[in-house]
């Protein structure tokens, strides 16, 4: 459901959440199909049911005909080597490229961090360099072909976010909606209750990346009714990260507390996530000391550049280490991608 949002909506208003980021990024609109494997999630009842609100028709790739994705895959192999194969943290594609690297403990970058990378990485590397498969340069491309077909919108771009949210069947009581036991009620709501006059399972809508709202749809006046959560602490807070707040709330029970303090758990999480980041950062600092060091050596034995005596062991210098401090601190020009 997010990758179809992100293809759909414009990115204009999205990008400007991110300084760093120089170019456009025009790919909108929808598709008039999608391919798919025979993943679970490319058979729910969610992506059914946006499909037919778009008219977006849905085909199967065969099962076991991966040469059926070629491009596809062709595009990871080009994401993994031009940005994510430096990345401290990452996975590999199979257990005897994976070694005993352990990409847990080397986890060193926040999620808000990483999609920032992706996307600067996207609009202002791989749409601008030139492509040897196209013979050309991706956003040409796609700027050629939108000129002679125009992309279709919905209607209404608003209810975008709705139709394409988590599609859910719940109970509508006398007391709200529960959802992920959290409670969902306003007057609107009230009225849908007394008008159906009995507990009544309703179609639901949520935003996995916001929990503050759902939206119940009204089978009889055939639109969707915004209903805010009772515990304004959820407004912002994504799906997961509530998982990750009620888990730590249950060890907390365990040790004996009864409170229910979302708001502090969340800031305790954010907290953590900062401590470890800044952890990196002094790791970091003593590696750029390093790599400062061994430039004034080998200046010292000859070399102004620095380039005689060869380069240093890997666990010297981190540049992709560095890499992430630089970013972290405030993204540069294109010297950054050099």
């Known amino acids: 459901m ?30 008039r199909k999608i391919i798919l494997d025979n993943g679970l999630e490319f058979h729910s009842e969610s992506l059914r049911d946006v499909c037919g609100t778009f008219g977006i028709s849905i085909i199967h790739n065969p099962v076991r005909t991966p040469q059926y994705k070629g491009a596809v895959e062709r595009f990871f192999r080009t994401l993994n080597d031009g940005f994510l194969s430096g990345l401290q943290g990452r996975t590999f594609s199979n257990i005897v ?46 700027q050629q ?38 409670r969902y009620n306003c007057t609107e709501l009230g009225d849908l209750f007394r008008r159906f006059g ?21 089978e009889q006046r055939e639109r969707f009714i915004s209903v ?36 502090r758990h969340l800031k305790r999480i954010y907290e953590m996530l900062s401590a470890k980041q800044d952890g990196v950062k002094r790791k970091s600092n003593k590696r750029a000391a390093r790599h400062a060091e061994y430039q004034n050596r080998t200046r010292e034995r000859g070399d102004p550049k620095g380039h005689s005596a060869g380069p240093p062991d890997f666990d010297e ?4 280490e560095l890499l992430g401090l630089a970013a972290r601190s405030g993204w540069g020009k294109s010297g950054f991608w050099e």
Request: glycine fraction near 8%.
């Open 145 to 182: 072909g939108v000129s002679r077909q125009p992309v279709d919108l919905p209607v209404n771009v608003e209810d975008l976010k709705i139709t394409l949210g988590e599609a859910e069947t719940r109970t509508l009581r006398n007391s709200g909606i529960f959802i992920h036991n959290a």
């Open 228 to 263: 805010s959560c009772t515990d304004s602490n959820l407004y912002g807070v994504g799906k997961w990260q509530y998982q990750l707040i009620r888990k730590e709330i249950a060890a907390h029970r365990m040790a004996g507390e009864s409170t229910y303090d979302i708001q």
């Open 97 to 142: 490229k994976k070694g005993d690297y352990d990409p847990v403990s080397r986890a060193a970058i926040q999620f808000a961090d990483f999609k920032e990378a992706l996307f600067k990485w996207i609009v202002d590397v791989y749409a601008r360099k030139f492509h040897r498969g196209i013979e050309g340069f991706p956003i040409e491309f796609w």
């Open 2 to 31: 997010m990758c179809l949002r992100n293809g759909i909506m414009h990115k204009g208003e999205f990008l400007a959440e991110f300084s760093s980021i120089e170019g456009t990024w025009p790919c909108h609109g929808l598709p």
């Open 198 to 218: 009995k507990p009544r399972k309703v179609k639901v809508k949520v935003d996995p990346l916001d929990l503050g709202m759902i939206h119940v749809f009204d």
């Open 317 to 320: 210098v981190d540049t992709q």
